[in-house]
């Protein structure tokens, strides 16, 4: 059983910036994030493997960038030039290969993002 540990939330303004950080007790394939707004379904964001392959929703290319410290198990989510619609909880999750809110084995508890205009 692998335990994830989100960090970094808060409240910004539109532009802004905001780095999440998502500890894991354990080494996995994957690591990434999902984010689930107020009236939403849970929606991929991010994903990077081992080998730092990464991949991206489309709404967020060229703002965010997902990062990994793999000695740490550890991964990052570095969200710039953020907007209103960013606002969310962003999950943490860890497994194999996921772009669906099925694909991961574990999650964490989450972190509130909050975009003012």
């Known amino acids: 059983q692998v335990q994830l540990v989100e960090s970094g939330g808060g409240l910004v303004q539109a532009g802004g910036s905001l780095r999440l950080s998502c500890a894991a007790s354990?080494?996995?394939?994957?690591m990434g994030w999902f984010r689930q707004a107020p009236g939403k379904e849970r929606e991929f964001v991010a994903r990077?493997?081992?080998?730092?392959?990464?991949y991206y929703t489309d709404s967020v290319k060229g703002r965010f960038t997902i990062s990994r410290d793999n000695a740490k198990n550890t991964v990052f989510l570095q969200m710039n030039s953020l907007k209103p619609e960013d606002t969310a909880v962003y999950c943490c999750?860890?497994?194999?290969?996921?772009?669906?809110?099925?694909?991961?084995?574990?999650w964490g508890q989450g972190t509130q993002v909050t975009v003012s205009s």
């Open positions: 999750a860890a497994g194999m290969v996921f772009t669906t809110p099925t694909g991961p084995t574990y």
């Open positions: 990077i493997n081992l080998s730092g392959s990464t």
């Open positions: 354990g080494r996995t394939f994957s």
